[in-house]
């Protein structure tokens, strides 16, 4: 583990900016992650936490070191949302991780007879 | 860096705007980091007022021999709405962030990132190609490279010892 910590120097740990964003069947969370590469992007679900990290490496360091930045946000998640269908997806620097509301909690019109 | 009278009634209003009591603390932590690290940066670039911005990109410029290459951090943008200027040896960006989704579709229930217009504005020390300028927008960062004119390279000369 220690050397995994010791081959790149870190000089940044960064929490992104998020927007959570509510629509009637799912939530919309984006971050702010630019200049990554999108296999470095880790996004997973555990004990109803959402943990994004990323490692954006900054190139234009004119010394020999290679530094790079790390991004890191934990999102607790409620019980509402169907951890199954969790989907996520890069492009222009923008992070969007889309998690479905469950069946049940879905607000739905009820008919009179 | 430039020089800014203090004026606590502007102080007032950015602590007004930039801080509103419901972006939460870890919104609060990024937005000081931001502040501090723009401040004690050094930066001799920076040409534009700290007091009176709306919304800044994060901005990184690195020289080396041949050139300034500036890095701004645009994410979510569309490459047509970054505008780059040289006059007279003030290079400014601009552009406009626009709200990703529509307000029928939903609600925010959190909201950190900044929208609208945005401007900064560097001063260049030394004279560049501006023909030579070449700006590239991936992965939402810009980055342009300014390559330097023959004169303002740094000469290095050796001289004979007799």
């Known amino acids: 583990m220690q050397t995994e910590i010791l081959e790149k120097k870190t000089i940044h ?3 992104p900016v998020a927007n959570i964003f509510e629509t ?13 590469v999108k296999e470095s992007i880790k996004a997973n679900i555990e004990n109803n936490t959402l943990v994004i990290s990323a490692s954006v490496t900054i190139d234009i360091q004119s010394e020999n070191s290679e530094a790079s930045k790390q991004f890191y946000r934990e999102f607790s998640l409620a019980n509402d949302i169907d951890i199954d269908t969790v989907a996520a997806h890069y492009e222009l620097g923008v992070l969007r ?12 019109q009820i008919t009179i007879k | 860096m430039l020089l800014i009278k203090r004026d606590p009634t502007q102080e007032l209003s950015l602590w007004n705007r930039e801080f509103p009591s419901f972006r939460g603390l870890q919104s609060l932590q990024y937005d000081m980091n931001r502040i501090f690290d723009d401040f004690f940066r050094g930066d ?17 410029i690195v020289e080396n021999n041949d050139s300034y290459i500036l890095k701004a951090g645009l994410p979510g943008m569309n490459k047509d709405d970054v505008k780059i ?18 307000k029928k579709e939903g609600n925010y229930s959190r909201m950190e990132r900044c929208y609208g217009s945005f401007e900064r504005t560097f001063s260049i020390p030394g004279t560049i190609k501006s023909n030579e300028i070449d700006a590239q927008y991936k992965d939402g960062i810009l980055t342009v490279r300014l390559p330097k004119a023959e004169e303002t ?10």
């Open chain 2, 44 to 60: 001799v670039f920076a040409n534009d007022s700290f007091f009176s911005r709306e919304w800044n990109p994060a901005v990184d």
């Open chain 2, 85 to 102: 200027t040289l006059e007279n040896n003030l290079l400014t960006i601009r552009g406009e962030k626009k709200n990703e989704y529509d």
């Open chain 2, 153 to 162: 390279k740094q000469k290095k000369i050796d001289v004979n010892v007799k």
């Open chain 1, 97 to 108: 991780v889309t998690l479905n509301k469950k069946q049940q909690y879905l607000s739905r």
């Open chain 1, 13 to 15: 740990s960064i929490l």
């Open chain 1, 24 to 36: 009637p069947k799912s939530y919309i969370v984006s971050l702010d992650i630019p200049g990554a």
